[in-house]
């Protein structure tokens, strides 16, 4: 079945460390997304990316980087320079068409101490 | 800029009763709405979607939303809960052409389901 695979489901890192967030999608969709989730702030966007090659900042990429290298992959790296780091993280694709949805992943859960 | 507003961080209804969700959107031109679902843990799921060819949509799960250009609306409803519908539901808005949102995704806050037996 086609679908959004994000890697690991729980993820613990210690403060002043990287960490990368894996996203793979089998739909052949162009466009993919970065979402951080905060109980009570809905979905914010983080990165996201029309095209391989191409990547745009959302509203929160301080402290976040991506890669857009290959069309099926849009992996997420949270830096050192996030200041609140823990968070639910949702990796989205969508054909690129203005009026389709998005297909969510399961979304990581990264918990920094 | 678009933005969302999702009246009602929390909803509560009894199995059997009326499930109205709000959502308001502010958009500089017609937008495209999007109502989804998410479980604990999980990821969102669509329900619906508004894309300009009917106003009122049907989705999923037997819920439905209307699209009312006058008062900036997209409310979600379902004439009878199920124990199986709570979950946090979000409203979306997507900027059409001619915006400066052109493309992006903007989601409210989310509303949060309770259904009592």
């Known amino acids: 079945d086609g679908g959004i695979t994000q890697s690991p489901k729980y993820l613990f890192r210690k403060e002043g460390q990287n960490v990368t967030l894996s996203c793979e999608q089998n739909?052949?969709?162009?466009?993919m997304y970065w979402y951080r989730q905060d109980p009570g702030q809905g979905l914010r966007l983080i990165y996201y990316s029309q095209i391989v090659n191409d990547f745009q900042k959302g509203d929160i990429a301080e402290g976040y980087s991506v890669s857009r290298e290959k069309k099926e992959s849009f992996p997420l790296t949270v830096t050192s320079a996030q200041k609140n780091p823990t968070a639910f993280y949702l990796c989205a694709s969508s054909s690129g068409r203005i009026n389709s949805p998005l297909h969510f992943g399961n979304g990581t859960r990264l918990t920094v101490t | 800029a678009q933005s969302v507003t999702q009246l009602g961080s929390h909803v509560s209804v009894s199995e059997g009763a009326l499930v109205l969700l709000r959502c308001n959107y502010s958009?500089?031109?017609?937008?495209?709405l999007f109502w989804y679902v998410q479980y604990p843990n999980q990821g969102l799921q669509l329900l619906l979607k508004y894309t300009s060819a009917a106003t009122l949509v049907k989705g999923i799960n037997g819920f439905e939303a209307e699209f009312k250009k006058s008062e900036t609306s997209f409310h979600l409803t379902k004439p009878s809960a199920h124990m199986s519908d709570a979950a946090e539901y979000f409203c979306a808005v997507r900027g059409g052409a001619g915006g400066t949102s052109y493309g992006k995704l903007t989601f409210g806050q989310g509303t949060i389901l309770t259904v009592h037996p």
């Open positions: 739909l052949n969709h162009d466009a």
């Open positions: 958009s500089s031109v017609p937008p495209y």
